[in-house]
């Protein structure tokens, strides 16, 4: 059975590791909007967009208590590419709770996964793409972990409730607005017949704030995704979704 890729959260790494840490101390409520561009948007490693760029954009509203919620939304392709006659914007709606313990801080919360209008369950080799998940994360210094499991089938994969995702990150600041994050993470995904799903995926994002809210990202991102499971129409075993390349973002927050 042929199998299409799975989609995502957050395309800047940089970004996303900042707005983290800065819901984590902020003394105050916030609320702040975001939009950008990729050049291709890539989720676990894998290409959302058969390699072609992307707009992106959200908003997040953190809560003086540790409470947050956010929306966050990306034009996508691999719905389409599947076969299905629509689904090609990705929105994803999720809420939580950060804090910290001593030295360490944590993050838990829920991510709805919508793609709205998808009509992938009528190719009847997939379900339903839309996906829930549950997550957790710890960040100890540089370093934060995290934690993700489905409670429902992953991203139209049938049979696969339970996958989860498990990562590792790093946010190294070199200074003059300058930082690297590198990341590795694994993606298990279950189900009988899924079993060429899992993967190990990699990336390396440098990062440079502009000033004003803008940011540019350049990243080498990669996979080691069955190119049978995970692949270009017309192109199993030739071009997987996961094959290494480099993707560049611009990003405004306000």
Known sequence: MKKILVPSLIALAVSALASVAQAQTAPESTLSYNAGVVSDYRYRGLSQTRFDPALQGGVDYADKSGFYVGAWGSTIKWIK??????????????????????????????????????????????GNANTNELYGAVTYGLFTAKYSHA????????????????????????????????????????????????????????????????????????????????????????????????????????
């Open 81 to 126: 590419d599947a076969g299905a006659t629509a689904g090609s914007v990705e929105i994803d709606l999720y809420g939580g709770y950060k804090g910290a313990v001593g030295d360490v801080a944590y993050d838990m919360g829920f991510l709805r996964y919508e793609y709205a209008g998808n009509k992938l369950k009528n190719t009847v080799v997939y």
């Open 151 to 254: 409670i429902s089938n992953l991203f139209g994969n049938l049979d696969s409730k339970n996958s989860y995702y498990v990562d590792l990150s790093a946010a190294l600041d070199l200074g003059d607005g300058y930082s690297l994050v590198p990341h590795v993470g694994y993606q298990k995904l279950k189900g009988a017949g899924n079993a060429a799903g899992s993967y190990t995926d990699y990336a390396l994002t440098l990062a440079k704030d502009l000033g004003d809210g803008l940011s540019l990202t350049g990243a080498v991102v990669g996979t080691d995704a069955d190119k049978n499971f995970y692949y270009t129409p017309g192109k199993a075993g030739v071009e997987g979704l996961g094959k290494t390349g480099v993707v560049l973002g611009l990003k405004y927050t306000f």
